[in-house]
């Protein structure tokens, strides 16, 4: 009766785990489609793969000509901001280009270094840019990339997603599909011993 108990018991956990293995496995799946369909085309539409050094050339803030999130915007309710204008000197070429925060910052205003989100407060917004041309202003030369073919002529300051980021997002999901396919090998090994035991 005792032997019964602990084989239904062992059949109960064995099958727990076997769930949670494929929980894991479908969870990990879900996050590789997920990482396939927002950060991996944003890394590769990326055209700035090259670092380089950048070295300063002016920033300066427009407090009169503010700048929008679109260009072609006319609401006048729209949120508006001082622009950080940011001129760089290329080492690896030479050129004179503006530079930008991320990619992301160029799509949004080709003006400004940096745009902040609309929810941020004007005086925060005012803040940060000035922390920001300052401290462009006190190192002077600083790590940027820029686009080696040419395509764009102008420079980033950091990748939304650098190869070192793309492969910390992949990590996780690996860890969680590895795991989970350990328990149900694990589970199905035991499983096989259970029955060779259960023949002698």
Same mark, same amino acid.
């Given at each position: ?77 729209? *949120?508006?901001?001082? /622009? !950080? ?11 004179? #280009? +503006? ?77 969680? *599909?590895?795991?989970? /396919? !350990? ?11 259970? #029955? +060779?035991?259960?023949?002698?």
């Amino acid at each position: 009766m005792l032997g019964k108990k602990l084989v239904t018991a062992q059949k109960r956990g064995e099958t727990r785990a076997l769930c949670l293995g494929l929980a894991m496995v479908a969870c990990s799946m879900m996050m590789y489609f997920f990482i396939g369909i927002t950060i991996v085309p944003s890394y590769t539409k990326s055209v700035w793969t090259t670092e380089t050094v950048c070295k300063l050339l002016k920033a300066t803030i427009k407090d009169r000509d503010h700048c929008s999130p679109s260009e072609d915007s006319e609401d006048e309710d729209v *949120f508006h901001y001082p /622009c !950080l204008e940011v001129w760089v000197n290329l080492t690896a070429s030479g050129q004179e #280009v +503006l530079l930008y925060s991320t990619e992301d910052t160029l799509e949004r205003n080709r003006k400004c270094f940096y745009v902040p989100g609309n929810s941020e407060k004007p005086k925060e917004v005012k803040t940060r840019i000035e922390t920001i041309a300052s401290n462009l202003k006190r190192y002077q030369t600083f790590p940027c990339y820029y686009d080696p073919g040419g395509i764009q002529t102008n420079a980033i300051l950091s990748r939304l997603y650098p190869l070192k980021g793309l492969l910390f997002a992949f990590l996780w999901p690996t860890l969680l *599909f590895t795991g989970g /396919c !350990l328990i149900i090998v694990l589970v199905k090994i035991s499983q096989y011993v259970s #029955v +060779l035991s259960a023949w002698q």
